[in-house]
């Protein structure tokens, strides 16, 4: 009965210990690569927003992109291009109607936020891709939509490439797939090789930073204001270059500044540097233009710990007797 028991033991061991082996040899099928097509444009625009006025319906494209052993492709680079509603492509420099590009998160995701294509005559709704990673080859290739008719006669369509699709209840189309890229060759993750400095400007004028990266290309750049991740738009250019600027400085954007170097194979992110923003009144709480008793009260109501608040003067983390001196020493109209 016990040399029973053994043996029963030893098969169960067995079977768990090929399962753990199966688990731990885990891999995805590389993505099918398919025909560029006739309308791949450069340079398209860095961006995630590709929503052009009232155009849609609307569509959330997102995606994550891993190589043979299912493991996540941090800054990976993702092109993207598709029709406009009514089939046509754009062939009018600077190609930047439903054309963009981005990097992958740490995550290995992306999101595009664009619209669904209209039919190109012959074909059936799709968009076009080109995905390529510091230690990968680079696949084009494209995706379709689920439950378009024309899937069943387009000669280039092909299951593997479905999108998963969720139709939201505004009718927003929330779209996903999931690109395979094999990793081969040599590989130098990305670093930083010249930190950015501080600065120090007037309210109203420029600031700049500049960082310099190394490493196997497609490399990116990723510049953080607090730990906060920027994006293009308004007063901000080169988000996701080496070189920062922000126009027209406002006291807000006074903080600490950092750049991410990255590829597929690895990333450092810089080490921080301040922007100091000169002419403000930091005393004027409610920004009247003057220091005064609407000021004080907005102080006293904060008072004690907090975080990031406005009446911390001082930035220590707490509204306090020495927040309090400073409004006090700047009592009167702002200068």
Partial sequence: MQHRASIFIALFSATQLFSVHAALAQTCASTISQTEGPYYRTPNPVTTEMRLGSDGPLLNMRGRVVDQNCNPMPWTWVAIWHADPTGAYDNVAPFDRYRATMFTDANGEFVFHTIVCGLYPGR???????VDGAN????????YFPNVPQNATDSLYNAALLMQETILPDGTHDDFFQFVVPTSGACTAATITANPASVSVNVGATAVF??????????????YRDGVELVNGGRVFGAYTGS???TGVQASDAGQYTCRSGNSCGAQLSSAAALTVLGVCTSDLDASGEVDAADLAIMLSAWGRCKACDSDLDGNGQVDAAD????????????
Avoid: E
Avoid at 136 to 143: I, V
């Fill in 210 to 223: 500049t960082a310099n990266g190394a490493g196997s290309t497609p490399r990116t750049y990723r510049w």
């Fill in 324 to 335: 309090l001196a400073t409004l006090l020493a700047a009592w009167g109209p702002c200068a």
């Fill in 124 to 130: 059936t709704r799709h968009i076009h891709w080109k």
């Fill in 244 to 246: 920062l600027s922000i």
């Fill in 136 to 143: 990968t080859a680079l696949l084009t290739t494209q995706t």
